[in-house]
């Protein structure tokens, strides 16, 4: 196929590549070719710069000091948070809480429905709901909090082609069921799951239409699916929606929870310390609102100011083309890797049903030795469980390589891992 | 990583013993059994030691893995079997030296012989794990079959 008839993929890509100085590397004379966007995406300029301009020009604490740079400091820091709310269509800007990465994000849920009381109150009977495809950080946390609490931890499985197995979910999603926490898409199989059938089921069930408490883990989403909460159907709105910065082309050190406001507030607080309170006093403290109560300590400043540069590179972008490239370069390689013969890609193998991470096997050869001859072409692959066990021994695997693309990819790159990976199989005499 | 560090690594001695997979297989009789994981890749070993008096006499294991992590415990079972635990310990203090050298320990082939191979392997952090897998399980499960040993002689 000749790659610049490729339609869906971004029009002005050599332009978007120079924003991206890292892909310029080279190892040894060979070029870079990053397809590891999944575990961290690289970062534009724009990124770099106006982190460098904060730490040069604007560096102090927030919302405590009273001087002319901590006033630019906190102004640069609440500006990263609407940058955020604009990003996801927050209903309400305080509603965007900063935590250190998703695995914060979603523990500070887990933990402060643990310590919840009243109609939040998990206990003996009650149920949590996730799928077999999370990352670990959508499993743990949950395992943690029924142990604790004596509830029971149930899970969605995965059908044979690697979708959600929606069938028994009459039977999962009950009167019994307090919380429902799930992947959007998944970081090893590439699967969209069906977030408005199940938020809109969850929503539904219990007395008086009390409804179970849906969290979302947008970590592989928020970089290539347009997400606006605030147009969403209130029923298919989850109740909270956790995302990291490092892989929306922002830092690291920085990551997303979105709640609803009436639950943030009725939740008890999370970290205890600076910022977060009202007043304190020997016996007891009163709390700040929403966002603060749930932000203690000093923030990652830079980093929240950083992130929302980043967002807004996206959304200059624009999303909707950005999904549109990662779709052509999905489609463009799963039909590269059909040729490689002893490949079997784990996961749905329709490009517009799917995200951009491609988790595969080849037949006789272990992907770590996989990564580790695609190193030595200069391509970046990952190669182990992916932080998702359960999803690989639904499948009989121990681990994947996995190939993960971005709006910076281009079809020349996938060509670069197809012949790597004959390369890979002639270096193993397999071919 | 350049072409050559990359044949450096996967030398034939170990894309060899990674096939062959010598001692591969759970055996009876046996004093201790171990399982070890790499958290961080997934790799697996189940690994067990059968010593007579001091005589390792035979290690047996299940794996899952790289051929770096297979080669090598592939080659550690050739290297130890049949000697004293003695004669074992400077062989082993030897493999962990070497691995942990950063690449900068000149291995000894007289005490290593064929796990002189992982030296390529020694350089790249991310494999070194992998070499040691085996190893690490091995140093487990001679421990604990030496306590067991201990115990049953102190009836």
Redesign the interface.
């Known amino acids: 196929m000749s790659t610049s008839s490729l339609p869906g993929l971004l029009p002005e890509l050599e332009i978007v590549r120079k924003d991206f100085p890292i892909l310029e590397r080279t ?2 004379g060979v070029p870079l070719v990053y397809l590891d966007s999944a575990n961290t995406s690289q970062k534009p300029q724009i990124v770099i710069d106006t982190m460098v301009d904060h730490l040069e020009r604007h560096n102090a604490n927030i919302a405590r000091a009273m001087h002319h740079l901590g006033a630019e400091s906190t102004e640069a820091f609440e500006g990263g948070r609407d940058a955020v709310a604009r990003f996801i269509g927050a209903p309400d800007r305080d509603e965007v809480i900063f935590t250190k990465n998703a695995s914060e994000a979603l523990n500070l849920v887990a933990n402060t429905l643990m310590w919840a009381r009243g109609d939040l109150q998990i206990g003996e009977g009650d149920e949590v709901v996730i799928t077999e495809l999370e990352h670990h950080s959508n499993i743990v946390p949950w395992q943690l909090l029924t142990e604790r609490t004596g509830a029971t931890l149930r899970w969605f499985g995965l059908t044979d082609d690697g979708q959600l197995d929606v069938s028994n979910i009459d039977e999962l999603i009950t009167e019994r069921t307090k919380v429902v926490s799930l992947a959007w898409v998944s970081n090893m199989l590439g699967t969209i799951l069906p977030i408005a059938e199940i938020t809109k089921r969850a929503h539904a069930v219990g007395d008086h239409g009390r409804g179970a408490v849906v969290v979302v883990d947008a970590s592989q989403a928020a970089p290539q699916l347009p997400i606006d909460l605030a147009a969403m159907p209130a029923d298919e709105r989850p109740d909270f929606l956790a995302f990291t910065g490092h892989k929306t082309v922002g830092p690291t050190g920085i990551g997303v929870l979105w709640g609803r406001r009436a639950l943030l507030e009725q939740l008890p607080p999370f970290l205890g310390g600076g910022e977060m309170i009202a007043t304190v006093r020997m016996e007891k403290s009163t709390y700040a609102g929403i966002p603060h109560k749930f932000e203690a300590g000093t923030p990652p400043i830079v980093e929240a100011v950083g992130l929302g540069a980043a967002l807004d590179y996206l959304s200059h972008i624009g999303l909707d083309a950005i999904h549109a490239h990662e779709q052509a370069i999905t489609g463009y390689a799963l039909d590269g890797l059909a040729t490689v013969p002893g490949l079997t890609v784990l996961g749905p193998l329709d490009a517009t049903q799917r995200g951009g991470a491609i988790a595969f096997e080849l037949d006789g050869v ?4 996989i990564a ?2 695609l ?2 072409q200069g391509i970046a692959v990952r ?3 992916h932080c998702a ?1 359960p999803a ?1 021994a639904r499948f009989g695997v ?2 994947s390589t996995r190939m993960s693309s971005y709006l910076y990819t281009t079809p020349g790159e996938i060509d670069a891992l197809i012949e790597g990976l004959e390369y890979t199989r002639r ?2 005499k397999l071919a | ?3 050559a ?2 044949d450096s ?2 030398q034939d001695i170990i ?1 060899d013993h990674a096939k062959r997979k010598l001692n591969s297989g759970l055996r009876e009789p046996y004093e201790a059994e171990v399982h070890h994981v790499n958290p ?5 070993i189940t690994l067990r030691v059968h010593l007579d008096g001091d005589v390792v006499k035979d290690i047996s294991y299940e794996n ?5 992590s ?1 080669a090598s415990v592939s080659v550690m079972t050739e290297l130890l079997v049949g000697k004293t635990l003695e004669e074992v310990e400077p062989i082993h203090a030897a493999f962990l030296e070497m691995m942990r050298g950063k690449g900068q320990v000149e291995p000894d082939e007289d005490v290593l012989e064929d796990a002189v191979a992982f030296a390529g392997a020694a350089k ?1 952090t991310a ?1 070194i794990k ?1 070499a040691l897998l085996g190893w690490m399980a091995f140093q487990d499960a001679s421990a604990q079959a030496q306590s067991d040993t201990q115990k049953e002689t102190d009836k």
């Open positions: 190892f040894e272990h992907p770590h030795d580790q001859v190193d030595s190669a182990g469980h066990k690989h121990q681990a270096y193993f | 990583m350049s072409t560090s990359l690594l996967y894309l961080t890749c997934g790799d697996e899952l893995g790289c051929s770096i297979s790249l494999r992998c």
